[in-house]
């Protein structure tokens, strides 16, 4: 290599803008060397979660998609859609919509594992839903390095309840349809 730094595994020199060089190690990680000579490491998950700017990321489009979808569905169905954002660190659960720490994990007997307390908002659009888990990253811990002024370093477990009545025409009744969509960011490289 241009530095004299001698890597692990191989390295393909993809770009070389101003004074450091990006590559892509064989390990499956990313890698930026800074023109100290340090090697820094960032994956890019948070980013490939929420996004910056109008490159938005897989958490957005989720919602922009889930109330697209919702809003060109018949009258036959009605739904609502649900919010809770949870951070963990440094073995502590926290409610990022809310003030609530050190909440609790508990086992329901029916319905598995849940977060006592862990506030849920409901949200009837996409703009409400993107304020909130704005505000719920404002609250998360972060901390600067070289490569990010705010790298995360907590696990973050944003979820959305998704309920759907749906009329059935032959017994007059509705069902009722529940899911539940996990959106993890994991800390660290």
């Keep these: 290599n241009d530095k004299g730094i001698f890597y692990k595994y191989p390295i393909k020199i993809i770009q070389k803008p101003c004074d450091f060089f990006y590559g892509f190690l064989l390990d499956g990680n990313h890698r930026f060397l800074h023109e100290s000579g340090i090697i820094l490491r960032n994956s890019g998950k948070s980013h ?19 109330f697209q979808k919702q809003s060109s569905e018949n009258q036959e169905v009605s739904y609502k859609v649900e919010l809770s954002y ?8 926290r409610d990022l919509l809310s003030k609530n720490k050190n909440l609790r994990v508990r086992q329901h007997p029916e319905f598995g594992p849940y977060v006592e307390g862990l506030s849920r908002i409901l949200i009837d659009n996409n ?41 059935n025409d032959i017994s007059g009744k509705p069902n009722e349809v529940l899911s539940k969509i996990h959106l993890v960011d994991l800390a660290g490289s």
């Excluded at 719920?136 to 390095?145: C, L, S, Y």
């Design 48 to 66: 490939t979660m929420m996004g910056s700017g109008n490159d938005l990321g897989i958490i957005p489009k989720i919602c922009d998609a889930l």
């Design 127 to 167: 703009k409400i839903a993107r304020k909130f888990i704005n505000q719920g990253n404002e609250e998360r811990v972060t901390a600067a390095t070289l490569m990010n002024a705010r790298s995360s370093r907590s696990h973050a477990i944003l979820t959305l309840y998704f309920t759907q009545l749906i009329y």
């Design 86 to 93: 949870l951070e963990i660190y440094a073995e502590s659960v």
